[in-house]
């Protein structure tokens, strides 16, 4: 992982965190801590993303997690959109990046651009 931590400001944490927690269930993150206004996402010993109500919401960001394989993209999609999250591209290859780019794009309820990814060819998903 590239970074430690990365943290970003919401503007309504209950909602946030119901949609963290279901969209990102499929990919085998969780609610690992959380305090008043604030929780951190991940796997224990990976990277992590702080979210609360303690900072001003930046403008839109994009922000990509890893899925292990194509089936946690899906899930993870169809999560999103049930914890309330906006289509913001089905999954699927995306030929423009390279072609085992497969993944799927939700927005969440502050207008960031949420991505789950799998960037190994499928005949190495067994």
């Given at each position: ?40 996402v991940g796997k224990a010993g990976q990277g ?33 959109l049930g914890a309330g999250g906006k289509d ?34 499928e005949a190495t998903l067994e």
């Amino acid at each position: 992982m590239l970074f430690d931590h990365l943290g970003i400001g919401v503007d309504d944490f209950e909602k946030s965190k119901a949609f963290y927690k279901q969209a990102l269930a499929p990919l085998g993150l969780e609610i690992l801590s959380e305090g008043e206004n604030w929780a951190k996402v991940g796997k224990a010993g990976q990277g992590h993303l702080w979210f609360g109500t303690y900072r001003p919401k930046p403008a839109p960001i994009h922000i990509a997690f890893i899925a292990e394989n194509r089936e946690q993209v899906n899930a993870f999609y169809t999560a999103a959109l049930g914890a309330g999250g906006k289509d913001n591209g089905a999954p699927g290859i995306r030929e423009q990046y390279h072609p085992n780019y497969y993944a799927a794009f939700v927005i969440d309820p502050d207008g960031h651009n949420i991505e789950a990814v799998c960037q190994r060819p499928e005949a190495t998903l067994e």
